[in-house]
T-cell receptor, first 114, second 114 residues
Framework: AQSVTQLDSHVSVSEGTPVLLRCNYS??????LFWYVQHPNKGLQLLLK??????LVKGINGFEAEFKKSETSFHLTKPSAHMSDAAEYFC????????????FGTGTRLTIIP | DADVTQTPRNRITKTGKRIMLECSQT?????MYWYRQDPGLGLRLIYY???????NKGEISDGYSVSRQAQAKFSLSLESAIPNQTALYFC?????????????FGSGTRLTVV
């Protein structure tokens, strides 16, 4: 069985400072891992994906995440927060072998302080 | 036009009523999914279909049913709506061979059961 734990339900940072959203996962196999973003009253947008290639994954809008197998973590970072980054972020795991079902974390709400 | 279209966008219905949420896609994907989103719980899988003849229950299928009318259409029904089915519902499609994980989400249907 697979599961995802997002360690913070709410993160606040000042504009221009770094962002760190933490995610730990559990999977019986080598998983695929995703980060999705949901802006208020919007659908879900894929930020980035890890699929056992490079452990450091670069996504859209300056975000990146590092897969650390030894720590079972896939934390999302951005060097400098922008006001438009305010949204809810979901860490997601999917197991291989044709099972493409996604398991979502409970989400982290990111607030940007002007 | 959106790749995955959900109708209606918003719906208020009374307890005990039957309601259908519709999803259509132009991605040409075989795999389709219904998720519900509740605050603090992330997205949870209700039903999924890997092709027109394949329907599978997700983790929270009780009280719901689905119909895969064609490759492009996947409907979710609540036979007798109850207030705890008030949530934001998302339809998604996937293509396992896709470069970016292949998941595409609709914009969501906000359902309120009173």
């Amino acid at each position: 069985a697979q599961s995802v734990t997002q360690l913070d339900s709410h993160v606040s940072v000042s504009e221009g400072t770094p962002v760190l959203l933490r995610c730990n996962y559990s999977s019986s196999y080598s998983p695929s891992l995703f980060w999705y973003v949901q802006h208020p009253n919007k659908g879900l947008q894929l930020l980035l994906k890890y699929t056992s290639a490079a452990t450091l994954v670069k996504g859209i809008n300056g975000f990146e995440a590092e897969f650390k197998k030894s720590e079972t973590s896939f934390h999302l970072t951005k060097p400098s927060a922008h006001m438009s980054d305010a949204a809810e972020y979901f860490c997601v795991v999917s197991e291989p072998f044709g099972n493409e079902k996604l398991t979502f974390g409970t989400g982290t709400r990111l607030t940007i302080i002007p | 036009d959106a790749d995955v279209t959900q109708t209606p966008r918003n719906r208020i219905t009374k307890t005990g009523k039957r309601i259908m949420l519709e999803c259509s896609q132009t991605k040409g994907h075989d795999r389709m999914y219904w998720y519900r989103q509740d605050p603090g719980l992330g997205l949870r899988l209700i039903y999924y279909s890997f092709d027109v003849k394949d329907i599978n229950k997700g983790e929270i299928s009780d009280g719901y049913s689905v119909s895969r009318q064609a490759q492009a259409k996947f409907s979710l029904s609540l036979e007798s709506a109850i207030p705890n089915q008030t949530a934001l519902y998302f339809c998604a499609t996937s293509d396992p061979s896709g470069v970016w994980g292949g998941y595409t989400f609709g914009s969501g249907t906000r359902l309120t059961v009173v």
